[in-house]
């Protein structure tokens, strides 16, 4: 898996995201990685159960993306090859590290600067 500033999702989602898709597909560019294909014989639940799984820790592995469910158990239907994964925590952190210089205090900007440093990927590092 990726070190991401946007936190990946769980096994749980990855095994939703291929359900679903059965592709990975790369929301950003044309990267992609057919997952049909290897189902394997005799295995009837597929594309649920241990296909599902495999296919997720492959993807993870490798570091693609895939968000984490919803509070509700939801699928948020994204997918981020590993190099586009990369591109993005990068742009991410480099906008988090240019946000968390702040004015000195006592200035009128303060304050604004102050709520702009909250994002929402707390705990990158």
């Known amino acids: ?26 929301d950003e560019c044309p990267a992609h990685i057919p997952a049909s294909s290897d189902i394997r014989i005799g295995e009837k639940d597929a594309p649920f159960g241990n296909w599902a799984s495999r296919q997720a820790e492959d993807a993870m592995r490798l570091g693609w993306y ?7 158990g939801s699928l948020v239907v994204r ?16 906008r988090t590290d240019s946000s968390s210089e702040h004015p000195p205090a006592g ?19």
Do not use: Q
Not at 79 to 94: D, G, H, R, V
Not at 107 to 125: L, Q, Y
């Open 1 to 26: 898996m990726t070190s991401a500033c946007i936190p990946p999702g769980s096994k749980k989602a990855y095994e939703f995201y291929i359900e679903m898709m059965l592709v990975w597909s790369c």
């Open 66 to 72: 895939v968000p984490p469910l919803t509070e509700d």
């Open 79 to 94: 997918c981020l090859c590993p190099n586009c994964a990369k591109e993005i925590n990068s742009k991410e952190k480099n």
């Open 107 to 125: 200035t009128p900007d303060a304050e604004s600067a102050s709520r702009a440093s909250v994002a929402p990927t707390a705990g990158c590092r």
